[in-house]
T-cell receptor
Framework: KAGVTQTPRYLIKTRGQQVTLSCSPI?????VSWYQQTPGQGLQFLFE???????NKGNFPGRFSGRQFSNSRSEMNVSTLELGDSALYLC????????????FGSGTRLTVV | SQQGEEDPQALSIQEGENATMNCSYK?????LQWYRQNSGRGLVHLIL?????REKHSGRLRVTLDTSKKSSSLLITASRAADTASYFC?????????????FGPGTSLSVIP
């Protein structure tokens, strides 16, 4: 079956712009989590969605937002981009919010210039 | 500080040797998971071990969990060059159903042919 699909794979944006990243989970998976990965901070939790509801949010400013649609696809948005937002953004899907392993997408590499 | 901390940060071994990585955590958990990441790609789920389990095997992988010491270990036997990657432990905390899965900083494994 198809894996987790993240689009786009690479993105270059200018400071102050906004960006939307997309994640399509594995068919049947209803839980989607987002992580930001940087060399300095490692994997930082952004959000977790289950059945269109945000179940938890990490310690990120309000410029970071997300949503999940009825087909379990998820998007995350970052407004007013800063240089420090440059990172690999990873989406992970699972059958449910607890007790299941994650299947990760290949990530979106965002570069803010 | 991180919920999960891997040790060592980096490990270099010869092909055919065994590699052992450790993970320590701070709070009670529902389960602990190990993931592998190759060079900035998405993470691959290796093993999930629940808090009531002590040991799990998958191919050349062996994971142990000691909840009294709040620690886990990942053993890769007969390592291959293709095992070169970063390995992360992730903890799913027990406190509430709305808690999140937290990743440690990872162990970078180099297997020299």
């Amino acid at each position: 079956k198809a894996g987790v699909t993240q689009t786009p794979r690479y993105l270059i944006k200018t400071r102050g712009q906004q960006v939307t990243l997309s994640c399509s989970p594995i068919s049947g998976h209803r839980s989607v989590s987002w992580y930001q990965q940087t060399p300095g901070q490692g994997l930082q939790f952004l959000f977790e969605y289950f059945s269109e509801t945000q179940r938890n949010k990490g310690n990120f400013p309000g410029r970071f937002s997300g949503r999940q649609f009825s087909n379990s696809r998820s998007e995350m948005n970052v407004s007013t981009l800063e240089l420090g937002d440059s990172a690999l953004y990873l989406c992970a899907s699972s059958l449910g919010p607890r007790g299941y392993g994650y299947t990760f997408g290949s990530g979106t590499r965002l570069t803010v210039v | 500080s991180q919920q999960g901390e891997e040790d060592p940060q980096a490990l270099s071994i010869q092909e055919g040797e065994n590699a052992t990585m450790n993970c320590s955590y701070k709070t009670s958990i529902n389960n602990l998971q190990w993931y592998r990441q190759n060079s900035g790609r998405g993470l691959v789920h290796l093993i999930l071990i629940r808090s009531n389990e002590r040991e799990k095997h998958s191919g050349r992988l062996r994971v142990t969990l000691d909840t009294s010491k709040k620690s886990s270990s990942l053993l890769i036997t007969a390592s291959r060059a293709a095992d070169t990657a970063s390995y992360f432990c992730a903890t799913d905390r027990e406190e509430t159903s709305y808690d999140k899965v937290i990743f440690g900083p990872g162990t970078s494994l180099s297997v020299i042919p």
